[in-house]
């Protein structure tokens, strides 16, 4: 909850976004399934972490973006060349690889890493139809959404701890805060990239894919000493392959 009350108020400040435009024109049929689904995929992340650790949880979430692209394939009719084909081919047998665990511990489930493979996914189809839309500034809805998604985890918060006697501690806020920042700094950032590299977008695209792949999985192994398999390592290897292969075929089209 704090993490959104964090980036609203810097979107806020930053970004200066005109709320008058926005009435019943607007998208909501784009913006009320992301304030749902925002909040929901950061819980799903947090258990999937929890569960099945941050190297697998990273690649997954990283590994959504064939989803669009599937989308862009069957439903926006888009021409795929050889190399997005051959990302596709490699990037599939990668998610099963990573997601490959021996293990008695019925808490290690692959089901939470691919819920946020497909949440992650869903969202971005979402994200790029808000880009789409030229009736408002990418800003104000973004800070649309974000206001929305706060309402919905404030309803959430407020059950747990009514009916679940949760109780609020400061470390919440104080975690909040560096998740409010670091969330609305890596869409700061993002969009800033794409200003400084308009002609070639997909610089910023495997600098952000490739570049968390390895951070998250290089954090999971180092500092919270995950194990993984040789077969797991292959897949991590095939996923920064796919992500490679799909970045060199929006250059080379």
């Not at 929890?50 to 599937?70: E, H, N």
Request: glycine share 6%; proline share 4%; net charge positive.
């Amino acid at each position: 909850m704090w993490n959104y009350v964090i980036a609203l108020t810097l979107c806020y400040q930053f970004f200066s976004p005109d709320l008058s435009t926005v009435n019943s024109t607007a998208p909501w049929a784009i913006y009320l399934p992301l304030m749902l689904l925002l909040p929901s995929i950061f819980m799903l992340l947090a258990i999937s972490i929890k569960r099945m650790g941050i190297v697998k949880t990273d690649a997954a979430q990283r590994l959504s973006l064939f989803i669009p692209i599937l989308a862009a394939w069957f439903i926006f009719k888009e021409d795929f060349n050889v190399l997005k084909l051959c990302g596709l081919a490699v990037g599939f047998p990668a998610v099963l690889m990573i997601l490959s665990k021996k293990d008695s511990n019925k808490n290690n489930s692959w089901l939470y890493p691919a819920l946020v493979l497909l949440g992650f996914g869903i969202v971005d189809i979402l994200f790029k139809q808000i880009a789409l839309n030229t009736t408002l500034p990418y800003t104000t809805s973004l800070f649309v959404v974000f206001g929305g998604a706060l309402v919905m985890i404030t309803l959430f918060v407020f059950y747990e701890m009514i009916f679940r006697k949760q109780k609020f501690g400061l470390i919440n806020l104080a975690f909040g805060i560096m998740v409010g920042i670091f969330n609305f700094g890596n869409i700061l950032f993002y969009l800033k990239a794409h200003k400084a590299f308009a002609e070639n977008p997909s610089t910023v695209f495997a600098a952000m894919n490739i570049g968390v792949i390895v951070l998250g999985s290089l954090a999971g192994i180092v500092i919270f000493k995950e194990k993984l398999s040789k077969l797991n390592y292959f897949g991590l290897f095939l996923a920064l392959g796919a992500v490679i292969l799909i970045t060199l075929s929006q250059i080379y089209k």
